[in-house]
């Protein structure tokens, strides 16, 4: 499986724009990028994924890099309930191309939110 | 949206007892479930793919006879962990697929005590 490399950490301000790098060099052409978060004793909840265009939702921005080795998650303004373990994670499209492959989580980076 | 129901959210139970945990997708039809075990402080590790109406397919080194899963329909997948032993107490979290429009939606995950 292709593997990410996340910071373990990353502190932002509450009202700030907050920017989580990925990388990525192994990707394949096939793999999605997902990134999802995770709040202590609770499931992890899904932010956003993509391809190879950047994509917007409301929850985040996702930048992906032009050769697909790095992406970038951007929360747009960091809240106290942004704080949360975030995992980059690449999928593989599953069997009939409408859903996804296993997904294996990396050790994501502990974000931390100063009011 | 698309919701994953897991229950109990945490149980305990007496070394050498089974536990059975329940993952249902409440809107939505699951052809594949896929379940996590987390220990404290670290990541979610893969532990097999339930697939309806056929066997599951287990991790390397995950014991697919203490771990039992099944998925005997669209909607509903259970993992069991047979002859529990306080190594097995861990947090476990299922999840499934919708489409390729929206990830991966996650349960809130079961808190397994074995005592």
């Known amino acids: 499986d292709a593997k990410t490399t996340q910071p373990n950490s990353m502190e932002s301000n509450e009202e700030e724009p907050v920017h989580l790098p990925c990388n990525h060099s192994?990707?394949?052409?096939?793999?999605?990028i997902h990134w999802y978060r995770q709040l202590p004793s609770q499931g992890p909840e899904y932010v956003i994924h993509g391809l190879t265009s950047n994509v917007n939702n409301r929850m985040a921005s996702l930048a992906i890099a032009e050769d697909r080795k790095s992406s970038t998650l951007i929360l747009h303004r960091a809240t106290l309930r942004d704080a949360a373990v975030y995992y980059c994670?690449?999928?593989?499209?599953?069997?009939?191309?409408?859903?996804?492959?296993?997904?294996?989580f990396g050790q994501g980076t502990i974000l931390t939110v100063h009011p | 949206g698309a919701v994953v129901s897991q229950h109990p959210s945490w149980v305990i139970c007496k070394s050498g007892t089974s536990v059975k945990i329940e993952c249902r997708s409440l809107?939505?039809?699951?052809?594949?479930m896929f379940w996590y075990r987390q220990f404290p402080k670290q990541s979610l590790m893969l532990m097999a793919t339930s697939n309806e109406g056929s066997k599951a397919t287990y991790e390397q080194g995950v014991e697919k006879d203490k771990f039992l899963i099944n998925h005997a329909s669209l909607t509903l997948s259970t993992l069991t962990v047979t002859s529990a032993h306080p190594e097995d107490s861990s947090f476990y979290i299922c999840?499934?697929?919708?489409?390729?429009?929206?990830?991966?939606?996650f349960g809130s995950g079961t808190r397994l005590t074995v005592v």
């Open positions: 999840s499934a697929g919708r489409d390729r429009g929206f990830g991966y939606t």
């Open positions: 994670i690449l999928g593989l499209l599953g069997a009939g191309g409408t859903s996804y492959g296993k997904l294996t």
């Open positions: 809107d939505f039809q699951a052809t594949t």
């Open positions: 192994t990707i394949s052409g096939t793999d999605y």
